[in-house]
């Protein structure tokens, strides 16, 4: 079954605008990563946060993690049309020992 | 630096046909492997993974079977297809942060 849960499925933004997806998640975690899909490729990890930390940067990315809420948010600000692509949450259980993917959230980035 | 390579790229098969594909690591040793499915517009579902030679953990019951014969070689295999085996199959090697190959689209007809 799918651990992490992203919202919204699908976003349609124009180019300069931020974009947020959220990811939810059941159980308790050592870390959360964010990941991209461009169309028909592998996935590319972009952003790892520990369970310890609430917020991390990397270029135009934003993610934070509220582990009461089990929910972490990933930002890109300034998009652009390449970012356009799948954005995924994947995270490792405690207990499990391996990543759990969610079912995505598709970012359309508007010239 | 780490490189993981999956082919084919893409693989049309007719039901009943068996199935092999292969994924090799370069650049690290003793890696975690994955085998991942992914439906289309959903996430990836773990397939099996592999901590070691000839350890292979199944996550799904289903038509599929992995092997790791080396080190650096991941194989997802079939001895009959199905329909029900059409998608997106996804090779990774990580502990935490997971490296992807390509993927391989496997339709199957």
Known sequence: SQQGEEDPQALSIQEGENAT????????INNLQWYRQNSGRGLVHLILI?????????????????TSKKSSSLLITAS?????????CATDDTNAGKSTFGDGTTLTVKP | SQTIHQWPATLVQPVGSPLSLECTVEGTSNPNLYWYRQAAG??????????GIGQIS????QNLSASRPQDRQFILSSKKLLLSDSGFYLCA????EAFFGQGTRLTVV
């Open chain 1, 50 to 66: 520990r369970s310890n930390e609430r917020e991390k940067h990397s270029g135009r990315l934003r993610v934070t993690l509220d």
């Open chain 2, 42 to 51: 959903r996430g990836l579902q773990l397939l099996f993974y592999s901590v």
């Open chain 1, 21 to 28: 997806m959220n990811c939810s998640y059941k159980t308790s």
């Open chain 1, 80 to 88: 652009r049309a390449a970012d356009t692509a799948s954005y995924f």
């Open chain 2, 93 to 96: 090697h990580g502990n935490t």
């Open chain 2, 58 to 61: 199944s996550e799904v019951p």
